[in-house]
């Protein structure tokens, strides 16, 4: 799978992640919503040094 830079130059303002709903364990940011009609699970993790990975599950498996 090929990563692709969504984001630019664009910097993670931690200081508003908690207020989004994002939660933090051991450094890293956690951010899990089930999405279209229940369907999906995205979960979206920002690392302490600034990196985001996202993953889209079917929410039924």
Do not use: C
């Not at 984001?7 to 508003?16: A, L, M, Q, S, W």
């Not at 999405?35 to 993790?45: A, K, P, T, Y």
């Amino acid at each position: 799978m090929k990563k692709t830079d969504f984001f630019g130059n664009e910097k993670v303002n931690f200081d508003k992640l908690l207020e989004f709903g994002f939660y933090l364990k051991k450094y890293v940011y956690y951010y899990t919503k089930i999405i279209v009609n229940n369907q999906f699970r995205l979960d979206v993790i920002i690392t302490s040094d600034g990196k985001i990975d996202t993953k889209l599950t079917d929410a039924k498996t």
